[in-house]
């Protein structure tokens, strides 16, 4: 497993700052599989987990109702209490993030250790608030995702290469690859490690010499 990325490990401003400061360029990673269609909001994060207003912690409880039974015992069928799959890219079924648009979905999937997640379709406001917050949702075609699972279930280790430049996701065990779509705006976010205030602040001469050559 590699991530290419940049991180700062001297700042001293918390978790959150260092999130908004990581910068995506390529994942290669084994794949958490979770096969199953319309993974809404509430089963990534439960509602009784939001009383907490910060971002660290939620990955505790990522996936809490189907990683534990009802008695606090660990739920060994569920995948992410199984040896056989690790990583840093969650691929999905269909549908993955409806329901509510609780940010902290996003939130917890990321602080889980999750940097991708891959599905053949996103819900909207879980895709935005995952490209918020330094989240990659990589939405591929139903086919593509059927071989993914395919690939995963015949080799647990089988490994994946998302590369944000250059929008394309490979299968490395059999060189099948994909494109995928981003908003331009958010693509430049990630790869520089920018939040809102941050682009802004990054075309700080630019707008300077926009506004001296304003006429009123």
Not at 95 to 122: K, L
Not at 134 to 144: A, C, E, R
Request: aromatic share 12%.
């Amino acid at each position: 497993m590699s991530i290419e990325a940049s991180i700062p490990s001297n700042d001293k401003r918390g978790k959150a700052f260092v999130i908004n400061q990581y910068q995506f360029k390529t994942v290669v990673s084994s794949i958490v599989p979770l096969p199953i269609e319309n993974v809404d909001t509430d089963q990534i994060i439960p509602a009784r987990f939001l009383k907490a207003t910060t971002r660290e912690g939620f990955g505790e409880n990522l996936f809490r109702d189907w990683r534990y039974t009802q008695n606090g015992s660990t739920n060994s069928e569920f995948v992410l209490n199984k040896n056989d799959y690790s990583g840093t890219i969650l691929v999905g079924g269909k549908n993955f993030g409806s329901g509510s648009s609780r940010e902290h979905a996003a939130w917890a999937v990321f602080d889980y250790g999750f940097r991708v997640v891959v599905s053949s379709f996103f819900a909207d406001i879980f895709k935005n608030n995952a490209l918020n917050n330094k989240l990659l949702p990589v939405q591929v075609t139903d086919g593509f995702l059927d071989k993914i699972f395919s690939v995963t279930r015949k080799n647990p280790k089988s490994e994946l290469k998302v590369d944000l430049e250059n929008q394309t996701i490979t299968i490395i065990e059999t060189g099948e690859s994909e494109k995928f779509d981003i908003n331009p705006y958010k693509k430049t976010c990630l790869l520089k490690g920018y939040d809102d205030i941050d682009y802004l602040i990054n075309m700080k001469d630019k707008i300077e010499v926009f506004e001296k050559e304003r006429t009123f």
